[in-house]
């Protein structure tokens, strides 16, 4: 059973950044796709940049230019650099991880969930 720990939320002000992590624990897919996810109350869990076992990495339109996600395998840590956030970037971020490396935008396609960690943005 994988487990995924998020870390690196937190309050900054608009034009700042914040990195997050998400830490991976227990059994580790030898394929896999990893996204990250946000969400606002009252909304769908929106995904925000995905990369997957070999390395190809997407962004949603409202990140591109602004967030980089990246991974580091020997340390089966998923992080997403976040720059020139803006108060609509405020959210809970989910990681998530499914095995095989075809990636999904749906939210319920991912098998494996984080707690959460939250970023505000204020102006």
């Known amino acids: 059973q994988v487990q995924l720990v998020e870390g690196g939320g937190g309050s900054v002000q608009a034009g700042g950044s914040l990195r997050l992590s998400c830490a991976a624990s227990g059994y580790t897919y030898s394929t896999y796709c990893m996204a990250w996810f946000r969400q606002i109350p009252g909304k769908e869990r929106e995904r925000v940049a995905r990369?997957?076992?070999?390395?190809?990495?997407f962004y949603a339109d409202f990140v591109k230019g602004r967030f980089t996600i990246s991974q580091d395998k020997a340390r089966n840590t998923l992080y997403l650099q976040m720059n020139s956030l803006k108060p609509e970037d405020s959210a809970m971020y989910f990681c998530?991880?499914?095995?095989?490396?075809?990636?999904?935008?749906?939210?319920?396609?991912?098998?494996?969930w984080g707690q959460g960690t939250q970023v505000t943005v204020s102006s």
């Open positions: 990369i997957n076992s070999a390395g190809t990495i």
């Open positions: 998530a991880a499914r095995s095989g490396d075809f990636c999904y935008a749906a939210a319920n396609m991912y098998t494996t």
